[in-house]
């Protein structure tokens, strides 16, 4: 089974709107963490925003907010009034509490998403 | 302060021929990941160290594929012979400590002919 689901292939966005990128984990750990990153088209991954599994808040930073849904197991990406240059892949990643401490990540396979004018 | 460097930034080879990666991690960061990026599998680990030490080589596809770090400020990833379907996107990441985020470089693409 697929650790990490983005079920969104291609998201379309007009500017200014509020989107909303879609990822749900399984893990049976307590303790992991959920990464968002951008890969623009030219390739650098871009670390967006970080939500751990014991924060009772949700993550933001800027326009991302990251809407954590525990016992859903969701870790939904909003972008708020979308930019031109948010267009790219949007990749959601966990960290699993059961490896060593400073495991490597689980990405899901990303959505894309086009913002037009 | 500098991200993370990878050199060289695009590598064409032929098949058989032999591949090197490069990484210097940010200074300070005491993890370094090796991801490969394809269409068809995303992005994967292939392997990530620890202060220097490897930690989890589970990913690396077969023996064709060795990483060394001979000390914090730089890694490799060495791949011979290189075979065509090796062709992808190498990236290598750090961060400091467990839990924190980790900070790609640019990525190396690899093609293979």
């Known amino acids: 089974a697929q650790k990490i689901t983005q079920t969104q292939p291609g998201m379309f966005v007009q500017e200014k709107e509020a989107v909303t990128l879609d990822c749900t984990y399984d893990t049976s750990d307590q303790s992991y963490g959920l990464f968002w990153y951008k890969q623009p088209s030219s390739g650098e991954m871009i670390f967006l925003i970080y939500q751990g599994s014991y924060d009772e808040q949700n993550a933001t930073e800027g326009r991302y907010s990251l809407n954590f849904q525990k016992a859903r197991k969701s870790a939904n990406l909003v972008i708020s009034a979308s930019q031109l240059g948010d267009s790219a892949m949007y990749f959601c990643a966990m960290r699993e509490g059961r490896y060593q401490a400073g495991t490597a990540l689980i990405f899901g396979k990303g959505t894309t998403l086009s913002v037009s004018s | 302060d500098a991200g993370v460097i990878q050199s060289p930034r695009h590598e064409v080879t032929e098949m058989g021929q032999e591949v090197t990666l490069r990484c210097k991690p940010i200074s300070g960061h005491d993890y370094l990941f090796w991801y490969r990026q394809t269409m068809m599998r995303g992005l994967e680990l292939l392997i990530y160290?620890?202060?220097?030490?490897?930690?989890?080589d589970s990913g690396m596809p077969e023996d064709r594929f060795s990483a060394k770090m001979p000390n914090a400020s730089f890694s490799t990833l060495k791949i011979q012979p290189s075979e065509p379907r090796d062709s992808a996107v190498y990236f290598c990441?750090?961060?400091?400590?467990?839990?924190?985020?980790?900070?790609f470089g640019p990525g190396t693409r690899l093609t293979v002919l």
């Open positions: 990441a750090s961060g400091r400590g467990p839990y924190n985020e980790q900070f």
């Open positions: 160290f620890n202060n220097n030490v490897p930690i989890d």
